[in-house]
């Protein structure tokens, strides 16, 4: 079937994207969905930091490439032998699709699933097939998924159904910032109540990981960023203290502030800066943990003596470290119940035609979630 679709032909080139126009939205033929796979018409989806990596080269990705991997939609097609789903399904698409039989997996930790690692570096399904052509190539797909199209085929790992009647561009949110977010800090560095945390870099991810601190009890969240409009925000979402990490001696404030540093810091911009101010305020027998994917050249370093001498952790987190089927589900009904606003993240509706004007937007850091709503 033809469908229509953001295809990213060059990564790198010169901001703004508005003139330059990386992405372009053009015509692709689309396969039938082959065995354990689906087609989903795709309802609403959500620009990402992570498409914005692989925009700006950070992420290296093989090109051509169908961006977008935070989505929402409906079944409309299955391929032999699936069984979980049928064509009318709510889902929501999941950007590390998991095999189920490697050892990760097999542990349960999906988010770590080996083949779902090769192929999304390779830009194929889990299958290894690529399902998206033009009359005279292929289009590799993006993280398995390739939302910013009309319709996807997808694998059947990459979707979690969805019984809620909720709209999509709220379901979609579920893909990437809310399960990294909130995973991070309840299943990687499984904040206790009462415990005082430090969030760095305030966007989707970031503004997720504050919700789910407070959700989680702790007694004290506070937010940093270099974006004096993104601390606005956090307060109005509940933080107890902002800071800007562009005061040289922001660690020292918050030190003071908490009397010595922070249980757990949550740096989630994939910057080395905010994971140096992250480890920093981290107090002597905390936990830092990042969400953040920076390019994989950049190298971060720390005082190794600090992790004994200080009984310092620090951790990575891939996916908030979640169990898809499980999670998000749970963190819907957190939603519907107001413990979880994570639908207070929206902050612009776009059309698939605007998506260069909105990852210029997402750029500049004054926005939280950007999502193309399909119809």
Known sequence: MKVKSAILRASGVQKPYAKSRPIHIETVELDSPEVGEVLVQIKAASLCHSDLSVIDGSRPRPLPMALGHEAAGIVVEVGEGVTAFSPGDKVVCVFVPSCGHCIPCSEGRPAL?????????????????????????????????????????????????????????????????????????????NVKLGSTVAVIGLGGIGLSALLGAIAAGASEVIAIDINDKKLVQAKELGATAVFNSRDDDVVQQVKKYTNGGVDYAFETAGVVAALDVAYAVTK??????????????????????????????????????????????HYIELMKQGRLPVDELMSNIITLEDINEGFDLLATGDSSRIIIKMD
């Open 284 to 329: 002597r027998g905390g936990v830092t943990t990042t969400t953040g994917l920076p390019h994989p050249e950049h190298q971060f370093s720390f005082p190794y003596v600090t992790l004994t001498a200080e009984e310092k952790t620090l951790k990575g987190s891939y996916v908030g470290s979640c169990v898809p089927k499980r999670d998000i589900s």
């Open 113 to 189: 699933c080996e083949p779902g690692a090769v192929s999304n570096g390779a830009g194929t399904l889990i299958s290894g097939g690529i399902r998206i052509h033009t009359e005279t190539e292929d289009v590799n797909h993006h993280v398995g998924v390739s939302a910013f199209s009309e319709y996807a085929v997808v694998s059947e790992n990459s979707l979690v159904k969805i019984d809620e009647d909720l709209p999509f561009e709220k379901l979609a949110l579920f893909g990437c910032a809310v399960i990294t977010g909130v995973g991070a800090v309840v299943n990687t560095a």
